[in-house]
């Protein structure tokens, strides 16, 4: 039960992450730098949508 809801956790975490590397990093604001932020934001909603199934499931 913990280690199915751990991973979409920590996928979570590391978008988070990736996104301040990726905002702190960046010279300018391309569409290189949109589409890593998007992604990164599409990875968190989906593991939010993820871990919410889970629960309704339990």
């Not at 730098?33 to 593991?47: G, N």
Request: charged share 15%.
């Amino acid at each position: 039960m913990m280690k199915k809801s751990l991973l979409p956790l920590i996928l979570i975490v590391a978008s988070v992450v990736l996104i301040a590397v990726n905002i702190v990093n960046s010279d300018a604001f391309d569409r290189g730098f949109w589409m890593r932020s998007v992604s990164s934001i599409l990875l968190i909603f989906a593991m939010i949508l993820t871990i919410r199934s889970q629960q309704k499931s339990q």
